[in-house]
């Protein structure tokens, strides 16, 4: 069975902060995705990585960066954490590219920023 | 560029009414289509994909959705709808070019 787990369900840290999100995934995919989630705007693309220290900005990459160390590890960082950063974090994989395949999903970490 | 709309941000249902939620695309070549679901606390699950041939297509948990090109729509269905249904459904659309959009979701309640 799939499965894509994420380190933290519910996250709160403070403005200014550095913040690790990690994701990992059990299925041996190529392409690992983080997104945000907030009421309104749907899923917004932060990053994704189509192979090992291989990165791509999506949408919405300002106040992120991210590494992928290792295949199943993908890690999405808040260098200095805001509060307009506060929002649901969903990352997920892919046994190809972004546009036309299946993609599984963690759970998600709800990050607050105070 | 391409976007999903999905014009309906809150529906309500009863418990085994028939459900039909829309999505309209904007797209210069035929898309990848998509429709996920997010229950309460959890993450997104693909409920049904269409790539090519027929235009109906069928999902699990009794979903299914049809391509409509000439009205650019993808909207996904279910005869009766269930209360474990109630969840927050997305439309998205995607190509081979690596491009790929969610669309803002629908939220579903289902009342006994």
């Known amino acids: 069975d799939v499965k894509v787990t994420q380190s933290s369900r519910y996250l709160v840290k403070r403005t200014g902060e550095k913040v690790f999100l990690e994701c990992v995934q059990d299925?041996?995919?190529?392409?690992m995705f983080w997104y945000r989630q907030d009421p309104g705007l749907g899923l917004r693309l932060i990053y994704f990585s189509y192979d090992v220290k291989m990165k791509e900005k999506g949408d919405i990459p300002e106040g992120y960066s991210v590494s992928r160390e290792k295949k199943e590890r993908f890690s999405l960082i808040l260098e200095s954490a805001s509060t307009n950063q506060t929002s649901m974090y969903l990352c997920?994989?892919?046994?190809?590219?972004?546009?036309?395949?299946?993609?599984?999903f963690g759970p998600g970490t709800r990050l607050t920023v105070t | 560029a391409q976007s999903v709309t999905q014009p309906d941000i809150h529906i309500t249902v009863s418990e085994g009414a028939s459900l039909e939620l829309r999505c309209n695309y904007s797209?210069?070549?035929?898309?990848?289509l998509f429709w996920y679901v997010q229950s309460p606390g959890q993450g997104l699950q693909l409920l049904l994909k269409y790539f090519s041939g027929d235009t109906l297509v069928q999902g699990i948990k009794g979903f299914e959705a049809e391509f409509k090109r000439s009205q650019s729509s993808f909207n996904l269905r279910k005869p009766s709808v269930h209360w474990s249904d109630a969840a927050e459904y997305f439309c998205a659309v995607g190509d081979t070019g690596n491009q790929f959009y969610f669309g803002t979701g629908t939220s579903l309640t289902v009342i006994p």
């Open positions: 797209y210069g070549a035929t898309p990848y």
């Open positions: 299925m041996d995919h190529e392409n």
């Open positions: 997920a994989s892919t046994n190809g590219g972004l546009g036309a395949y299946e993609q599984y």
